[in-house]
């Protein structure tokens, strides 16, 4: 139901668009975002927004370089990252997760996502 697309190998400095499609459910409807797993480490939540679009969160090791948007007419989920480095080097998924009490506030990663798509790699080395 989520599709991410858009990795591949850049450049330390390059940049890259990652998109995500929503088919049987409406992004409008759910808490979305972004996440990252690099080799060995955790997964984190690099960008996810509520489902009005509003307060947008963002990983402080990223803010400033990666924006979150979408597209509500094509159900599209979309992260532009500028100045890659090494450090994003991971793999990049995208979640959706319905609606809950808002106990985490804006940090919008950090609510439980209910959809996962199949990640799409991103390497970035020269």
């Known amino acids: 139901q989520l599709q991410a697309s858009g990795g591949g190998l850049v450049q330390p400095g390059g940049s890259l668009r990652l998109s995500c499609a929503a088919s049987?459910?409406?992004?409008?409807?759910?808490?979305i975002g972004w996440y990252r797993q690099a080799p060995g480490k955790e997964r984190e939540g690099v960008s996810c927004?509520?489902?009005?679009?509003?307060?947008?969160y963002y990983l402080d090791s990223v803010k400033g370089r990666f924006t979150i948007s979408k597209d509500s007419a094509k159900n599209m989920l979309y992260l532009q990252i500028e100045n890659l480095k090494p450090e994003d080097t991971a793999v990049y998924y995208c979640?959706?997760?319905?609606?809950?009490?808002?106990?985490?506030?804006?940090?919008?990663?950090?609510?439980?996502?209910?959809?996962w798509g199949k990640g799409t790699l991103v390497t970035v080395s020269s």
């Open positions: 979640a959706a997760g319905v609606v809950r009490t808002p106990i985490y506030g804006s940090r919008w990663c950090d609510y439980d996502m209910d959809y």
């Open positions: 927004i509520s489902n009005s679009g509003s307060s947008p």
């Open positions: 049987g459910l409406t992004l409008d409807e759910h808490t």
